[in-house]
């Protein structure tokens, strides 16, 4: 199991008014990432942010910017968003045909690339681009909205990729929170994407801060199990 744990707070459920603000008061409360929800109306019935936002948010940024594509085309816009300033790029398997190859593309530009998996794909689907991706996201919810519920089989997902592929940084995206983030960890996920759990409080660094420990007691947990077995 990959064990450094990372909070991506995703940008979706911040105050689009006040961008800049929301920005640097998860960057001061010590997130690891920011997690950038692109939604074409297509792919997801929900149109969010395009590349010239990616721009902006990276010129205000100083943690990488974690793009999560859900677009219908990933292949045609994936340079767009590199030149927009993408750190790392996840694309999902369900609209990827030759993902091997854009994998080399992401990685060509010296950025990590991911594969996302929603909640109606088997594992199966993403078995042969393992070993290329530096990191695979396990949709919690569907693909499209914030703050809804996490569904528990994509978590049973999440620890079947966690088996077959422990190296890889295995993200969880979609009602991420204090009561769901211990039974993700505990399936071995290890980079937590968070909306409402994060902008939704007061307290950005209490937020990600009881995150972080409640996924890292998981851990330790799963950790002394798997010794004693
Ligand atoms: C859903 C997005 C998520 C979403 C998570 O399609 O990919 O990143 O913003 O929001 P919460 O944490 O509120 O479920
Ligand atoms: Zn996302």
Known sequence: MHSTIKIAPSLLAADFCRLDREIESVEAAGAD?????????????????????????????????????????????????????????????????????????????????????SPDTPVEAIIGALDAADQVTVMTVYPGFGGQELIPECVEKARRIAHVAPNVDLLVDGGINAATIPTAAAAG???????????????RSEAINCLRRLAQEAHERRTQHSRRR
Do not use: C, Q
């Not at 950038?36 to 019935?45: L, N, R």
């Not at 100083?62 to 996840?90: C, K, Q, W």
């Not at 992401?106 to 991911?114: E, P, S, V």
């Open 189 to 203: 996920a290890n980079v937590f994407v968070a909306g409402s759990a994060i902008f939704g409080k007061e307290n």
């Open 33 to 117: 990432l920011l997690h950038v929800d692109v939604m074409d109306g297509h792919f997801v019935p929900n149109i969010t942010i395009g590349p010239f936002i990616v721009e902006a948010i990276k010129r205000i940024a100083t943690l990488p910017l974690d793009v999560h594509l859900m677009i219908a085309e990933p292949a045609r816009y994936v340079e767009t968003f590199i030149d927009a300033g993408a750190n790392s790029i996840d694309f999902h398997i369900e609209v990827a045909p030759e993902p091997a190859a854009l994998i080399e593309t992401i990685r060509g530009h010296g950025l990590k690339a991911g594969i996302v998996i």
